[in-house]
């Protein structure tokens, strides 16, 4: 299983950036999780659009969802230029049904999951739980048989999160706020919480993202390596994890 950041900033893109989006591949097949804003022109540094097999979607926020419809419109001209009928399924779940129908156009179908049961998305099997954000939002465990990769995606902090991460190979936390800010009302974690998370849970490896536009986000390493004895890099277009 191949990890590889495609945008990792909170709220909106700094300059050349994109928001939240990651590319999962294994065995030939590519899950993109979340679709924020600039992440189709970064993803294409890596992958044809024309070559995703999944989109995978954690809740409606712009930051995540932005470029959805750039991907639809990408699909539409692609598929007409080549006379494919190929259909993208994007996933997402149905607590907000307005978001829920944008998935759905000419050449992408919005599929819902229910977060109460695994999805079997190509090789990768998919569990979730519900985060403490704004609106409804799912975290997402990932495993391919062999590894496992846990997405906080938008909360602040719960102690759920320790199960759910339990002993995963790679951990990709919210961390929007510095230590000793309050995240909290905004749905969002601090260094320090991510690293908690990663310390009880007692996972391989950390990765910082969503991150704040303010303030020397390097920081954030050195907050969380107070809590977190293991390896823990702060997110960036391109960044692989495999």
């Known amino acids: 299983m191949k990890l590889t950041v495609i945008g990792y900033w909170g709220g909106?893109?700094?300059a050349g950036g994109a928001t939240s989006s990651y590319l999962l591949e294994k065995d030939n097949f590519s899950?993109?999780?979340?679709?924020?804003?600039?992440?189709?022109?970064?993803?294409?540094?890596?992958?044809?659009?024309?070559?995703?097999?999944?989109?995978?979607?954690?809740?409606?926020?712009?930051?995540?969802?932005?470029?959805?419809?750039?991907?639809?419109?990408?699909?539409?001209?692609?598929?007409?230029?080549?006379?494919?009928?190929?259909?993208?399924?994007?996933?997402?779940?149905?607590?907000?049904?307005?978001?829920?129908?944008?998935?759905?156009?000419d050449y992408t179908r919005g599929i819902a999951y229910d977060p109460?049961?695994?999805?079997?998305?190509?090789?990768?099997?998919?569990?979730?739980?519900?985060?403490k954000h704004p609106v409804p939002?799912?975290?997402?465990?990932?495993?391919?048989?062999?590894?496992?990769?846990?997405?906080?995606?938008?909360?602040?902090y719960t102690a759920?999160?320790?199960p759910f991460a339990k002993d995963a190979d790679l951990l990709i936390t919210d961390c929007n706020y510095y230590a000793g800010l309050d995240g909290s009302k905004a749905g969002h974690m601090t260094s320090e919480?991510?690293?908690r998370i990663a310390n009880d849970a007692n996972v391989k490896a950390l990765l910082l993202s969503h991150l704040p536009?303010?303030?020397d986000v390097n920081q954030l390493v050195?907050?969380?390596?107070?809590?977190?004895?293991?390896?823990?890099?702060?997110?960036?277009?391109?960044?692989?994890?495999?």
């Open 193 to 195: 919480e991510g690293a």
């Open 137 to 156: 939002c799912y975290a997402m465990r990932v495993t391919d048989g062999e590894n496992v990769l846990v997405y906080t995606a938008d909360s602040s």
């Open 31 to 105: 899950l993109l999780i979340d679709v924020g804003s600039g992440s189709l022109s970064a993803l294409q540094r890596y992958k044809a659009v024309s070559e995703l097999e999944a989109v995978i979607v954690s809740h409606y926020h712009h930051d995540h969802i932005a470029d959805v419809g750039v991907l639809q419109y990408a699909r539409l001209v692609q598929n007409n230029v080549t006379g494919a009928e190929k259909i993208l399924p994007i996933y997402g779940h149905m607590e907000d049904e307005h978001g829920f129908t944008t998935l759905t156009h």
């Open 222 to 242: 050195e907050e969380a390596k107070q809590i977190y004895n293991g390896k823990i890099n702060l997110a960036e277009i391109g960044f692989t994890w495999n």
């Open 116 to 131: 109460e049961q695994s999805l079997e998305v190509g090789p990768f099997t998919i569990t979730f739980l519900k985060t």
């Open 12 to 14: 909106y893109p700094a």
């Open 213 to 215: 536009q303010f303030g």
């Open 160 to 162: 759920d999160f320790i």
